[in-house]
């Protein structure tokens, strides 16, 4: 099936530092999604990236969409406790996941 | 909120049992999945359906079925639970114009003992 990997697996970060999780697909993407789940909870959408190229903000959140649609990252800036989770990219027509990045942030 | 469900929510069972877990959403999505998801890993496509009588494979469906007889139904049968089975069950839908936002159930916790 389709090869969606993200990096890093694990990143343990102290609050208020920053955090980035990187998506590379294989193949070409007709858009990205990103996702978070938070410990014992199941994947909440956060938004969809299109064009290539494309950056949006949601707060203190950046998202990014590769120039050849083939990679994305999620920026996350000062972290805080409640980002704590694990974030997804998805993408491609039958759905896949990427492998996840669990965030942990410590107090 | 999201209104797609998922029974059980937990489930213990012996080897060899034949198992059924069941979901429904009411929104009407075209397109539905479901998924394999041990703690804090990542998410196994098992199987997906574009639409009523579809149903194709993903990478981690050789042992369970789906079927897709009604838009709002999408069961997920093991015909034999095995202890390797013993995991998180995750169903999605989406509205299946285009690559459209996915929402999940709250999932199955199925142990096989």
């Known amino acids: 099936g389709q090869q969606v990997m993200q990096i890093p697996q694990y990143q343990h970060v102290q609050e208020g530092e920053d955090f980035t999780t990187y998506c590379n697909s294989s193949t070409t993407l007709s858009n990205i999604q990103w996702y978070k789940q938070r410990p014992g909870g199941h994947p909440v959408f956060l938004i969809q990236?299109?064009?290539?190229?494309e950056v949006k903000k949601q707060k203190r959140l950046t998202f990014q969409f590769g120039e050849a649609k083939k990679n994305s990252s999620l920026h996350i800036t000062a972290t805080q406790t409640t980002d704590v989770g694990t974030y997804f990219c998805a993408g491609g027509n039958q759905f896949y996941f990427g492998t996840g990045t669990s965030l942990t942030v410590i107090p | 909120e999201a209104d797609i469900y998922q029974t059980p929510r937990y489930l213990v069972i012996g080897t060899g049992k034949k198992i059924t877990l069941e979901c429904s959403q009411t929104m009407g999505h075209d397109k539905m999945y479901w998924y394999q998801q041990d703690p804090g890993m990542e998410l196994h496509l098992i199987h997906y359906s574009y639409g009523v009588n579809s149903t194709e494979k993903g990478d981690l469906s050789s042992e369970s079925t789906v079927s897709r007889i009604r838009t709002e139904h999408f069961p997920l049968t093991l015909e034999s639970a095995r202890p390797s089975h013993t995991s998180q069950y995750l169903c999605?839908?989406?509205?299946?114009?285009?690559?459209?936002?996915?929402?999940f159930g709250q999932g199955t916790r199925l142990t096989v003992v």
């Open positions: 999605a839908s989406s509205l299946g114009q285009g690559d459209t936002e996915a929402f």
């Open positions: 990236l299109v064009k290539s190229g």
